[in-house]
């Protein structure tokens, strides 16, 4: 569901397209990517490959009223260990 740019090595999409995440307890897209921790984050699931890599929330972006604009996401360093092909992209959420 993720459009990818290979030059820059990120990930796309807009929040409204994204499917909503039944084990959410809010709901949505996003859920608690460390145990320990309250970062949120996504799971992105290749297609190609069925691996799984979790993406926590790195920054977000806002337009000039303040509202936000996007979230930039990076993968997890345990997602790295499991699949290093994810080092260095990036996931980029719209919020349309």
């Not at 909503?20 to 307890?25: A, E, G, R, V």
């Not at 859920?31 to 970062?39: E, I, L, R, S, T």
């Not at 790295?80 to 959420?93: D, E, F, G, M, S």
């Amino acid at each position: 569901m993720f459009n990818y740019d290979k030059k820059d090595r990120t990930f796309s999409q807009e929040i409204s397209v994204l499917e909503y995440n039944s084990h959410s307890p809010r709901g949505g897209i996003w859920h608690q990517v460390y145990p320990d921790a309250c970062d949120e984050g996504i799971t992105l699931i290749s297609a190609q490959t069925g691996q799984e890599v979790d993406y926590a929330v790195n920054s977000v972006d806002h337009d000039e009223e303040g509202d936000i604009a996007g979230w930039w996401l990076k993968p997890t360093a345990q997602s790295i260990r499991r699949v290093p092909a994810c080092k260095n992209t990036h996931v980029l959420i719209i919020n349309d």
